[in-house]
């Protein structure tokens, strides 16, 4: 069974940063697309990034763009997301996610990031 | 990237089916087959259900199926079951080279 374990969340002030990370268990995970996908607290899901299979190709949400950086290291098979300037609408639980066509699947169990003062 | 539009909240008693919306636009669900759908059980990680509108990933009960008309895509459950009350959420890909999400929608097994 596929197992994605995201590492890295935490309580973080407001205009500091974070660097997450996701290690993947499978043997494909150089031939797959990746993505970040949160959730706010008690809310709904939002897409955050997605990076190719070399990581020559990387995608953002309008709301990160400028201060998200999503990358990957094939040979240690993780994903990782840097943030920075981080606000408190960056509060949320964060799933490193397989793209399965254009679709999310599987995902991890999610790492919490926490901007507060 | 406007999120895609879903009802709250449906319930239906066991054995019943129940049909979950999810309304776009031009620019996400009406121009691609690529809606998905996800079922998260509290406290879970999200779990595919439905890929490209109406595809079943191995493992997914059958009483699962998807469809697409227009901008807006359905989710239909039957037979319901206690075990498949969780929240629902669709996706889709966009014309922005992004992806968006329904707010979620509730399902309650009565």
């Known amino acids: 069974e596929v197992q994605l374990v995201e590492s890295g969340g935490g309580l973080v002030q407001p205009g500091g940063s974070l660097r997450l990370s996701c290690a993947d268990s499978g043997f494909i995970f150089s031939s797959l697309w990746m993505h970040w996908v949160r959730q706010l607290p008690g809310k709904g899901l939002a897409w955050v990034s997605c990076i190719n299979i070399d990581g020559s190709v990387t995608r953002y949400a309008d709301s990160v763009k400028g201060r998200f950086t999503i990358s990957r290291d094939n040979a240690k098979n993780t994903l990782y997301l840097q943030m920075n300037s981080l606000g408190a609408e960056d509060t949320a639980v964060y799933f490193c996610?397989?793209?399965?066509?254009?679709?999310?699947?599987?995902w991890g169990q999610g790492t919490l990031v926490t901007v507060s003062s | 990237q406007s999120a895609l539009t879903q009802p709250a909240s449906v319930s239906g008693s066991p054995g019943q089916s129940i049909t979950i919306s999810c309304t776009g636009t031009s620019s996400d669900v009406g121009v691609y087959n690529y809606v998905s759908w996800y079922q998260q059980l509290p406290g879970k990680a999200p779990k595919l259900v439905i890929s490209d509108v109406s595809s079943r990933p191995s493992g997914v009960s059958n009483r699962f199926s998807g469809s697409k008309s227009g901008n807006t895509a359905s989710l239909t459950i039957s037979g319901l079951q206690a075990e498949d009350e969780a929240d629902y959420y669709c996706?889709?890909?966009?014309?922005?080279?992004?992806?968006?999400f329904g707010g979620g929608t509730k399902l309650t097994v009565l």
């Open positions: 996706s889709s890909y966009t014309i922005s080279t992004a992806w968006v």
């Open positions: 996610v397989r793209a399965s066509s254009m679709a999310f699947d599987p």
